[in-house]
């Protein structure tokens, strides 16, 4: 049978969350699928847009990847617009062809509304909708000191923080009384106008504008119904969405009357072959400008087109909690309190600048709606009274009274029935959740995974936790292996996440799977998970704040706040010639040196500034960077091995510095350290290491997972007799998997005792390949291996990168006053009054 | 008496390192600088002195955020300061100076005590 054809018209959140959903299922195999784009660019996260402006690329902000596309077999048609619409022969017209469908999916969303005003057309008006509006408003904004926003609805307060962080003084014009009218009540919206005044914004509102003119002082001049105006560089208009609905009326579709195409129950429009999800549904009467709605109705159709028959798009909840300008607003339900019968409680409390509403039935039993602003603490708790019925208390008051004034704690998920809804994107409820987690699911990331909870605008992150960690509590299940407060994950499972969806920066990781801004456990933790999936050099832009100060700047902070250096000397094994060189550096900055344990050469006492200088004579003479700064292989000790001593049976130096080269810039949970010994006399003290290599007359042994340090461990015997290529193989796949799976800041010894079955559960794991990973073990070191840089010799190469060793950026000259020194034992140390 | 303050231009955009700090002398002596780019205010200042180690290091510590709080952990002994309020999370007693800063076009504003004026007054 030829397959039929689906074409989705519009890739946007919507639309591609549809095809998530429609190429999941059973029936996707029977269509041929074509999308259309009228953008340049990949669906992108439209509720995130403002963050564009904030240093998130287009790649941040992409819900999918071309090659995601490819890999299901989906033709994307981007910057692609389709003009024409013929329904009898079922075929649609663009500038590059015509294409013949069997069913057809509007998802076209919507375009800003833009009030019919004299001189809207000014180059210097904008609208607040695609990335190409940005970089627009982002050109305007580079010559311009203010901004002007026209709406002061969600998305206009939105457009006001983004004019502010363009460096603009902002304006929002509203021509309603007060702000976020559709959501807020007269005194919420005071609250909210004064919050955001203090931040900088002006706010002005009941002004209708009659024309846009040329300004005198700045660009334009608006003018006022009331004969007042406001002189402003450029304006953004964000006075509201219309349904994209042009392809259905120009064909004959039933349309609503102020626009929107007409669907049913099952996302349908009058024409059977034809459905419409999205912005530009209009679904009795209403259409939904949230994406909680949007993907409601992907799923709902991608179950329709499925066989599914009891598949239905029965409405939505409009609730929504944000952040706006750093402001907490929250609004549920019938927060207008537009229910017969319906009555108010207000908490407002002008001094904390914390106001909260709940709106409850007649007889006092349900919640219908609520609004706060200021603090959104409450939020959870009352939407779920809200949503799931839930029976007030006796004293309702109590919910939204600050605890210390008799209000109650906040609704614990043991409290929630099995209906409650969590996830509402996806429409997941506590009783799934119970499901997944009987079936199987024991954490977090699983329970996510089988359930799609929390992968749709990530609202419920918080809220999905409790309730799995209560529940896998209540079963006896041991929880939190988090690694902090950002990331409900552990590192196993971050890499697992970073790898498999191919994120490559910490933005788009915590954005995706993550909450706040991050902090010093999970960034330097996410840091090395990127460097050893993707091996970009640690300074790049996107890496700088994430690394330990040892790993930015390259060298090991003391005491004092200046750095020790240490240069790689593979295997120990260093010519006369460059130990001069050592020498020399170290005399003329009066570095204090010391000789290592792992056989190199530690120079202490350099400043910030100094170390660009000192690694660019070390560059000169053919050092590299050792590493001694970061998590990652920091040396490998030989003894002299056969070359030279009488007993040794094998070349130990030159296995070292192979083992050396290959591992060097590795990054990993944490250090790493080998040894080779030339025979069974174990001058290198190997079984004292993560990998120990000993020489047998017939190749060589392997240990693993020793270590020194506070609590020592002899390593296991793990392969004997191996030849070289052997040995580097095995090393390779231990490695890796000890790279992919360890726990942050794990040694190799306390992860390979953690790992069920220890030791022999390894061996079949590396040596009989139990697991069928070893190829891709291996294809993954050697990627590592050929992507290998010099991280100092890149980084002295770039004066953008030498920017960052300024100890005052404003004063190059000025010594950092605290770093005193005196002399011992014939070389300079420190002298610090300690605090 | 008031402590006479002036606002002094320390340092351009340009110098910032986005979601990470900076330090520049002023006649306070050393202070760090952060920009976080994804929070609003985006910029803040406080004492580049570590005061656990006495050493000049702050800026270069990694910044994040504990509770919705800015923080920064300090590089050597990883307490955590509230960028806001300069209060240690770790130590009650313990907190570092912060200062008031602002971006004006493309120059970053610090105000610190003016210490001529203080010295004429005394």
Partial sequence: ?835 | MKTHTSWNAVCTVDDLVPESGIAVWTEEGPVAVFYLPHRLPALFAISHTDPFSGANILARGITGDLKGNAVVASPLYKQHFNLKTGACLEDDSVSVKTYSVLLDGNRILLETADVQRQAVAA
């Fill in chain 1, 1 to 835: 049978m030829s397959k039929k054809t689906l074409i989705v018209i519009g890739n946007g959140m919507v639309g591609h969350h549809f095809l998530e959903q429609f190429v999941a299922s059973s029936k996707a195999a029977d269509y041929e699928i074509i999308v259309f784009g009228e953008e340049k660019q990949l669906a992108y996260d439209r509720v995130h847009l403002s963050e564009y402006f904030s240093g998130s690329t287009h790649a941040d902000l992409a819900m999918g990847t071309t090659g995601w596309y490819t890999g299901q077999g989906i033709e994307l048609r981007l910057n692609e617009p389709v003009t024409a619409l013929d329904r009898e022969q079922r075929t649609l017209t663009t500038p590059q062809g015509e294409y013949n469908y069997d069913e057809l999916v509007l998802a076209t969303g919507s375009f800003p509304f833009v009030p019919p005003i004299e001189g809207r057309e000014h180059p210097h008006c904008f609208v607040y909708r695609t990335l190409e509006d940005l970089d627009a408003i982002r050109a305007s904004a580079h010559e311009g000191k203010s901004g002007v926003v026209v709406g002061g609805g969600l998305l206009g307060l939105e457009a006001a923080n983004a004019l502010t962080s363009l460096g603009l003084k902002a304006h929002v014009v509203e021509f309603a009384p007060r702000l976020m009218p559709v959501q807020l009540d007269a005194d919420g919206g005071a609250l909210l106008r004064h919050k955001i005044e203090e931040l900088g914004v002006q706010v002005h509102t009941e002004k209708a504008t009659t024309a846009i003119v040329e300004g005198e002082n700045a660009r334009l001049r608006m003018n006022f119904s009331d004969d007042s105006h406001l002189e402003t560089d450029l304006i953004v208009f964000s006075a509201g969405i219309r349904p994209q609905d042009t392809l259905a009326r120009t064909s004959g579709l039933e349309v609503g009357e102020r626009g929107g195409i007409v669907v049913n129950d099952q996302c349908t429009t009058s024409d059977p072959h034809i459905h419409a999800i999205g912005e530009c549904a209009l679904w009795e009467q209403r259409i939904f400008g949230l994406v909680a709605p949007g993907y409601t109705m992907a799923r709902t159709l991608a179950s329709v087109l499925n066989g599914d028959n009891n598949a239905a798009f029965t409405g939505a909840d409009m609730s929504t909690k944000l952040k706006l300008l750093g402001v907490d607003v929250g609004s549920i339900g019938d927060a207008h309190a537009q229910t017969p019968g319906a009555r108010s409680i207000r908490f407002n409390d002008e001094q904390a600048g914390h106001y909260r509403r709940m709106v409850i039935s007649e007889n006092g039993k349900t919640l219908l709606g609520a609004i706060l602003v200021g603090d959104n603490s409450h939020y959870d708790s009352l939407l779920q009274y809200a949503l799931n019925d839930i029976p007030l208390p006796e004293n309702p008051e109590t919910l939204i009274l600050p605890e210390n004034q008799g209000g109650a704690p906040a609704l614990g998920p043991d409290a929630l029935p099995e209906t409650a809804s969590i996830c509402s994107c996806h429409n997941v409820t506590k009783g799934d959740i119970c499901k997944a987690i009987d079936a199987g699911c024991a954490d977090f990331g699983s329970v996510k995974a089988e359930t799609k909870a929390s992968t749709g605008c990530g609202g419920c992150t918080a809220l999905l936790k409790n309730v799995v960690d209560c529940e896998l509590e209540k079963r006896g299940v041991e929880v939190s292996k988090d690694i902090c407060e950002h990331f409900p994950y552990s590192r196993q499972e971050l890499f697992h996440l970073v790898r498999v969806n191919g994120i490559r920066t910490f933005r788009s990781l915590i954005r995706q799977h993550g909450m706040g801004q991050g902090c010093d456990i999970c960034k330097p933790a996410v840091g090395s998970i990127l460097a050893s999936c993707w091996n970009e050099h640690i300074l790049a832009t996107d890496h700088v704040p994430l690394q330990d100060t040892n790993d930015t700047f390259m060298a090991n902070m003391q005491k004092n706040g200046t750095y020790s250096i240490v240069p790689r000397i593979p295997g120990g094994e260093i010519t006369p010639d460059k130990l001069i060189v050592l020498g020399e550096v170290a005399k003329e900055y009066d570095l204090y040196t010391k000789i290592t344990g792992g056989q190199r050469v530690d120079l202490f006492g350099a400043t910030l500034s100094q170390l660009p200088e000192i690694w660019e004579k070390l560059i000169a003479a053919g050092f590299e960077t050792g590493h001694a700064y970061g998590k990652s292989l920091r040396t490998v000790k030989s003894c002299v091995g056969n070359t030279w001593c009488r007993y040794g049976v094998q070349d130990s130096v030159g296995m070292a510095i192979r083992l050396e080269d290959r591992y060097k810039g590795l990054r990993a949970p944490h250090k790493v350290k080998m040894a080779v010994s030339g025979c069974t006399r174990e001058c290198a003290e190997a079984q004292s290491k993560d990998f120990g290599v000993i020489a047998t007359e017939n190749g060589w042994n392997l240990y693993v997972c020793g270590n020194g340090g506070m609590r020592p461990r002899h390593a296991d015997l793990f392969a004997t007799d191996l030849s070289d290529d052997e040995l580097i193989r095995t090393i390779d796949r231990v490695v890796m998997l000890y790279v992919r799976t360890a726990d942050r800041l794990q040694r190799t010894s306390v992860w390979m005792e953690n790992l069920e079955g220890g030791l022999e559960y390894l061996k079949q794991v590396v040596l009989e390949d139990s697991l069928g990973i070893c190829a891709e073990l291996e294809e993954h070191m050697a990627g590592i291996v050929d992507t290998y840089q010099c991280e100092w010799k890149t980084a002295v190469e770039d004066p953008e990168k030498r920017k960052r060793f300024r100890e005052f950026v404003n004063l190059p000259e000025q010594k950092d006053p605290v770093q005193q020194w005196t002399s011992e034992r014939g070389q300079r140390r420190p002298v610090l009054e300690s605090a």
